[in-house]
């Protein structure tokens, strides 16, 4: 990576870069990685098998229990909380995977209960691009925009760059280092321009 380009990115997301060496480390070094065709399927939840999120809000209503309704937006730690049971985790969680444990932890006071939980609103994500970009940054992103298309914003790949080394650093739900290659987002191998990126992604190009 080029002087300047290394004095653009200090300047521009420092804080990123922060967050990138912590992530990094928890993903057991720089030199660790997986390539996104070995990602995990709780890595890949798509629109359809939409993924709760810190600053989302979700409403929970019990039928038979209107006391019971709430609209509560997702903390900064992960949870809600619903009366009776208390704090629950919420983030990184399916809407019907958290309904179905609620409906399991309110046996407890309901017989029988039937719980309707939906997401109300979902908050744009963001997503810092780093090293061999045109514009290093933050960017605000609705949700799940593909790989190519974050680039794409970013300006794009420099003259310096390393096609074959282009990462994915995520925390959520695990730490992972996912390695694509130009050529595969290019071509959308195996889905690789369409892999969805998430709220606290860091995409490195180095």
């Known amino acids: 990576m080029t002087t300047l380009a290394w004095r653009v990115l200090r300047a521009s997301a420092p804080i990123a870069l922060a967050g990138l060496s912590a992530s990094a480390v928890a993903c057991g070094g720089p030199g660790t990685f997986i390539w996104y065709s070995q990602v995990s399927p709780d890595q ?11 600053g989302d809000t979700v409403s929970v209503r019990v039928l038979g229990h209107d006391e019971m309704t709430l609209k509560e937006r997702v903390r900064s730690d992960g949870r809600i909380a619903v009366p009776l049971i208390g704090e629950v985790d919420a983030q990184g969680k399916r809407p019907a995977a958290l309904r179905g444990e609620l409906e399991g932890r309110l046996k407890d006071y309901i017989v029988s209960p039937s719980v309707m939980l939906n997401v109300d609103e979902v908050q744009p994500m963001t997503v810092v691009l780093l090293g061999e970009v045109g514009k290093p940054g933050a ?8 790989l190519a298309q974050a680039l794409a914003m970013s300006g794009g790949l420099t003259e310096y760059a390393q096609r074959s080394r282009i990462f994915v650093v995520r925390t959520q739900p695990s730490p992972v280092r996912i390695r ?22 860091v995409v490195v190009v180095e």
């Open 44 to 54: 890949l939840a798509a629109p359809r098998d939409l993924v709760i999120h810190v």
């Open 180 to 201: 694509f290659t130009y050529e595969a987002i290019s071509r959308d191998e195996g889905h690789a321009a369409s892999f969805p990126l998430r709220s606290g992604d």
């Open 139 to 146: 960017y605000t992103l609705e949700p799940y925009t593909g």
